[in-house]
């Protein structure tokens, strides 16, 4: 036995005891570690919430005294706040004022206005705008609109020339807030921009003016780039009035087709009555979007007159202009279904397709199925004629319906027979 242990004593410490010590000093190391990163969360979210009670209470004492300011109750925003503001609460009354802007109460603005300005946010503002980076720059822009800082409308006017079109399309809304004429050329200028996101975006910045900028927009339009001129006839198809409507009627005259199809739109979108002999002279257009957006506005104004005209559209040899030729005719109401109803023996199947097509959306053909077995005779022999006429025409595809699920069995009888018969032996094709 005496032998055994000396043995085990020359031959040293268990390999596996000296694995487990490493483990175990890892372990302890990690429990410790894991301890301290608890422990700094919990400080930090505990600190977090002190600071935020703590400015959550200095923020409701500071919105109580901007309201006493705004309810007239202080001749100014630093009297309300005490002179000497510190830079934190400077931050807080921002974020307030900020709030109240957004909040969009119209008696408030006056007020507001004046306290940006009394606090030195616009001066800090335009600061930034001249010197920050590029986001910086673009939230001065925001916060000088915001505050409808007037006198910052150079500096804003130069700055939709910033290299950066976060920074100009916010200096474009920025003017547009302020709201003054003699920059509003400067903004519809800004539409020349190569970049379609910047164009997009200032013409919405336009839109959002109302029809305040129908003025800049008219006295500008020949300096602006094609792609410009479209995108500004989009802006005057929102937000221009039927007394505008004159100068766009003009605009159908233009050498570029894209402006005439986009003053087609806009006197459509406008609902200008007065245009209608003007778009149904843009019927014969040598180019077909011209004429299918006219075709499209002469359905929005539901303009009789045009009536004519439209039928011959349904002959054109492109789909759109068929199609909002055929819409227009539906739209117009009673005449205009009755002459889709005639187009059935017009010679072009073009035309017969288009309205079949629309008398079917319009409810017209199952009107005219019930009619078959009238008691009338007049309206049986017009019924009977108009489903020959669809036969013909080889759209038949509700016809077939009706004839399976008609709840009539003569009806259903009816239909079978005229979709069973050869259109040719029948001799319904010309």
């Not at 600071?51 to 959550?56: A, I, P, S, T």
């Not at 600061?127 to 409308?153: F, N, P, T």
């Not at 500004?232 to 159908?252: G, K, P, Q, T």
């Not at 038949?396 to 009816?414: G, I, N, S, T």
Request: proline share 4%; charged share 25%.
């Amino acid at each position: 036995m005496s032998r055994y242990f000396s043995t085990l004593v020359r031959a040293g410490p268990y390999p596996g005891l000296r694995v487990n010590q490493t483990l175990f000093t890892i372990a302890t190391t990690m429990g410790v570690i894991t301890g301290l990163v608890a422990l700094l969360v919990v400080v930090s979210r505990a600190r977090a919430d002190f600071e935020n009670r703590v400015w959550g209470r200095r923020r409701r004492v500071l919105s109580r005294r901007i309201d006493a300011y705004l309810r007239g109750e202080r001749l100014g925003v630093g009297d309300a706040l005490g002179h000497g503001i510190s830079r934190r609460d400077l931050s807080l009354a921002e974020e307030i004022l900020l709030r109240r802007i957004h909040a969009g109460d119209e008696a408030e603005l006056g007020p507001l206005v004046r306290a940006f300005e009394e606090l030195g946010l616009v001066s800090r503002y335009l600061e930034k705008l001249m010197r920050g980076g590029w986001w910086h720059r673009a939230e001065a822009a925001e916060g000088l609109g915001l505050a409808r800082a007037s006198r910052a409308q150079p500096a804003l006017a130069r700055a939709l020339e910033d290299e950066h079109p976060e920074v100009r399309f916010r200096a474009a809304r920025a003017l547009g807030q302020v709201g003054d004429a003699e920059v509003m050329p400067a903004l519809v200028l800004a539409l020349n921009r190569p970049e379609l996101v910047s164009t997009i975006r200032m013409a919405n910045v336009l839109v959002s003016m109302g029809s305040s900028v129908v003025g800049a927009i008219v006295a500008v339009f020949d300096e602006l780039e094609p792609r410009a001129r479209i995108a500004a006839l989009d802006v005057l198809s929102v937000v221009a009035s039927v007394e505008d409507c004159v100068w766009i009627r003009e605009r159908l005259n233009d050498a570029d087709p894209n402006i005439r199809s986009r003053a087609a739109k806009a006197l459509g979108a406008i609902g200008d009555l007065f245009a209608g002999p003007a778009l149904v002279r843009a019927l014969q257009d040598p180019e077909w979007p011209v004429r299918a957006v006219a075709a499209k506005s002469l359905a929005a104004l539901r303009y009789a007159p045009a009536v004519p005209e439209l039928c011959h559209a349904l002959r054109d040899s492109q789909w759109w202009v068929r199609a909002n030729a055929a819409e227009s005719l539906r739209r117009i109401g009673p005449v205009g279904l009755a002459a889709l109803e005639s187009m059935l023996e017009d010679s072009d199947a073009y035309a017969r397709h288009q309205a079949v097509f629309i008398l079917e959306e319009a409810g017209v053909l199952d009107d005219r199925v019930e009619d078959l077995f009238s008691a009338s005779n007049r309206r049986r022999g017009k019924s009977r004629k108009f489903v020959d006429r669809v036969v013909e025409s080889g759209q038949c595809a509700r016809l077939m319906e009706l004839a399976e699920a008609h709840p009539d069995v003569q009806v259903r009888a009816f239909l079978a027979h005229a979709l069973e018969r050869d259109p040719v032996e029948a001799g319904l094709h010309p």
